[in-house]
Nanobody, 127 residues
Framework: QLQLVESGGGLVQPGGSLRLSCAASGFTLENYAIGWFRQIPGKEREWVSCISSSGSRTNYAGSVKGRFTMSRDNAKNTMYLQMNNLKPEDTAIYYC????????????????????WGQGTQVTVSS
């Protein structure tokens, strides 16, 4: 059974940092394209970033570019999202998601392209 589990969320002051983890079980992450999304209750899910299965391409939404960084530890079958210089508008539930790509050098920014989702982890940025 494919499963993704996020962790690492919490409360942080503006300007602070958090590192989210997305641990996979039942499949090998490096064979999948991975995306991070976030959602505020009552609003649509927003794409944050993604990485191709080959690892050759990483894309970031304009609102997080330069502050967030994706990385992968294949030995731990875990994906990370390092979030620096956090802002109150980054407050949301963060989800990781995965799909098997047809093109290993790209990744989708559309949530419906992703087949497997984690349960989400809350990130709150507030003073």
């Amino acid at each position: 059974q494919l499963q993704l589990v996020e962790s690492g969320g919490g409360l942080v002051q503006p300007g602070g940092s958090l590192r989210l983890s997305c641990a996979a079980s039942g499949f090998t992450l490096e064979n999948y394209a991975i995306g991070w999304f976030r959602q505020i209750p009552g609003k649509e899910r927003e794409w944050v970033s993604c990485i191709s299965s080959s690892g050759s391409r990483t894309n970031y939404a304009g609102s997080v570019k330069g502050r967030f960084t994706m990385s992968r530890d294949n030995a731990k079958n875990t994906m990370y999202l390092q979030m620096n210089n956090l802002k109150p508008e980054d407050t949301a539930i963060y989800y990781c998601a995965a799909y098997i790509p047809t093109v290993q050098s790209s990744c989708y920014i559309i949530s419906r392209r992703y087949d497997s989702w984690g349960q989400g982890t809350q990130v709150t940025v507030s003073s």
